[in-house]
């Protein structure tokens, strides 16, 4: 959920990248949430998904869901201190901590948050089939759960994790782009080149090119 100035929104996940032009200077304020909540909140469904992206895609924005004005109280607190000032951070995060006590999670909420806990730890599940294990549900219980929940396959979960390692390996850069292939369980390092740019725009060797550029 972000709070701007002008604007606030409630945004869903995306399969695909997005972009965002910064110009001039303002704040935004947003709280990251927990897999479970835009079904919580809203009532909705994600189970719509398509290959195009989920039923709620990053390109609509929702409503901020909940009682009272809680864009206002942001919007309050940013104005009466400077951008800058930790006291803001403060104000801010107890607006948000207070309109999220609207909801209590729900048993498929918490399992859910467990299935992208498991995804995202060092080490995690590289097969559907070992993340159906790792918490303790069959396959097709899962693909249910991971499609209704977040518009997203539990298969396209674990392959969004690995390309973020493959990232993170490739930026550190002690490891060839074949090397990183191998070592996150790819077929080869084609198969690696495939997802990466079809996800991140750019084979791993211009990534790794523009990476160190930056540095």
Known sequence: MVVEPDKAALYCVSQGTSEQKLEGKSWAAAVLLRPAAITLM????????????????????????????????????????????????????????EWATEWEIDDEGELINRVVDVVEDDGGPRRVAELADAVNVSTRALQRLCV??????????????????????????????????????????????????????????DYVRSAARRD
């Open 42 to 97: 809203t009532g909705r469904s994600m189970a719509g998904a398509t290959v195009a992206g989920p039923v709620l895609p990053i390109g609509e924005p929702l409503p901020i869901p909940g009682r009272g004005d809680v864009a206002g109280a942001v919007r309050t607190a940013m104005r009466s201190r400077s951008e800058s000032d930790r006291c803001a951070y403060e104000e801010v995060l107890s607006v948000y901590l």
């Open 148 to 205: 209704h929940r977040t518009g997203l396959s539990p298969k396209w979960l674990i392959q969004r994790r690995r390309l973020q390692d493959a990232a993170l390996a490739l930026r550190e850069g002690q490891m060839s782009v074949a090397d990183v292939a191998t070592s996150l369980g790819y077929s080869d390092q084609a198969h690696l080149a495939r997802e990466f740019k079809a996800v991140v725009g750019w084979t791993p060797s």
